[in-house]
């Protein structure tokens, strides 16, 4: 039956959730160089009108709609909107069915917005997309029909409160496929252009992750405080183990994006687990993912991968860890299923194959697609040349 407090509560998670791409837009286009700036800031925020329009007339009932093909798929249940209602669902029995699906589109939209910030510089805003619009209906809405619609990793007992898998880690190893597709910076790499719009924006992101985790239960209740709470001390728990080894290795400095990329670190591990563990497991997991991923931006370094904003590094590594870490962590009196701790090892083994199975085919099916879209229509920009989104007055305001 519909309840007002958990409408009332979604309604409020939705917008910041959606808030938070034009907030990645800012970090991604401060981050980078200044002549990226209005580029970052295009190719970020365009994807909610591309992916709403996809997610609407396919991709929901991809992800969401009855199991066909033996958990490989949804049907078509839900094609073009159809039986979209006001009234509630399976999925949210308290809230509307609706209001379900434009929850569920936020989502989709920042997934596919993240994975930019890896080819910096490198991408056509036409070919672009297309590879975005493609990716969400290849890749996103399968795997996540595989573990929220009732597919076939749900169905082996995998479980994933907020997206590590279907979110972040899929963003990650896609973003690396893409790095890997389209080739290098041919051009200087400069370092971030306003630390300024990076705390702002990095301040949102923060905040919308609250609504991102804690909106993920679909109910004003227990489990979403429970969430809230994983947030914070996770992504505090990664900000200051990535402060302390940044201090260690740079001659006892620390900068703010010390700070903003351990924090993150401890936001995206967070996800998977938040509202199926307790505290002192959520503080470890943001622990493990600062040292984690610092080291996985390291790794990407000496491999000279250049994956610009380190998407990999921060959302495939960070994503991974936190469903792995569940399979240990998982809290029988809070998740569907107990962890290892908890006497059950099957859960880890079920974890394992599901981000295996999800790694695998998300970089793959992103390499070929790149590969495909680049022989009919020129995916990288000549010389690094960003496509004109904007005048130099415009990047000057957008930089201080």
């Known amino acids: 039956m519909m309840q007002a407090g958990d409408t009332a509560f979604i309604l409020i998670c939705t917008c910041v959730v959606l808030f938070m791409t034009p907030a990645v837009a800012v970090l991604y286009g401060s981050l980078t160089e200044r002549r990226y700036g209005p580029t970052m800031l295009m190719q970020t925020c365009i994807a909610i009108p591309v992916i709403t329009s996809v997610w609407s007339l396919l991709g929901f009932t991809l992800a969401f709609g009855s199991d066909v093909l033996g958990g490989l798929i949804g049907g078509l249940d839900y094609l073009f909107l159809r039986n979209i209602g006001i009234e509630t669902g399976a999925f949210a029995p308290t809230v509307s069915f609706a209001l379900f699906f434009v929850f569920q589109a936020t ?15 490198r991408m056509r805003l036409l070919p672009y997309m297309l590879f975005i619009s493609l990716w969400s209906l290849l890749v996103y809405s399968p795997v996540v029909h595989w573990v ?10 995998y479980v994933d409160f907020a997206g590590g898998v279907p979110v972040h880690m899929i963003a990650g190893f896609s973003a690396l496929a893409a790095v890997k597709a389209v080739g290098n910076r041919e051009t200087g790499k400069e370092g ?22 804690g909106g993920s239960s679909m109910a004003a209740g227990g489990i979403a405080a429970v969430a809230m709470v994983s947030t914070l001390l996770g992504s505090s728990a990664g900000a200051i183990v990535w402060m302390m080894l940044a201090y260690y290795r740079n001659d006892k400095q620390v900068t703010i994006l010390d700070l903003s990329f351990g924090a993150l670190a401890g936001l995206i591990v967070s996800s998977p687990l938040a509202g199926y ?16 991923c610092y080291y996985a931006v390291l790794f990407r370094i000496q491999r000279n991968y250049d994956d610009t904003l380190d998407v990999w ?20 009196s809070l998740a569907p299923a107990a962890g290892l701790l908890y006497g059950n090892p099957q859960q880890l083994t079920v974890q394992a194959a599901g981000i295996l199975i999800a790694a695998v085919y998300c970089f793959f099916v992103t390499y070929v697609m790149v590969k495909v879209i680049n ?17 130099e007055e415009d990047t000057a305001v957008m930089n201080g």
Do not use: K, Y
């Not at 997934?111 to 910096?120: D, E, F, K």
């Not at 929220?148 to 007992?157: A, E, F, N």
């Not at 971030?192 to 985790?213: D, E, H, K, Q, R």
């Not at 022989?375 to 005048?391: C, I, K, L, N």
């Open 313 to 332: 590094a921060l959302h495939g590594v960070g994503g991974l860890l936190g469903a792995f870490l569940l399979g240990i962590f998982a809290d029988p």
């Open 375 to 391: 022989r009919f229509s020129r995916f990288r920009t000549a010389g690094d040349v960003p496509e004109d989104f904007g005048t």
């Open 148 to 157: 929220w619609g009732g597919g076939i990793l749900q169905q082996w007992g």
């Open 192 to 213: 971030p252009s306003n630390l300024t719009n990076v705390v702002i924006a990095m301040g949102i992101l923060w905040a919308g992750w609250f609504c991102f985790n």
């Open 107 to 121: 989502f989709a939209i920042i997934t596919s917005a993240l994975i930019c910030g890896a080819v910096v510089g």
């Open 277 to 292: 563990v307790v505290p002192w497991a959520i503080i470890l997991a943001g622990a493990i993912a600062g040292l984690a």
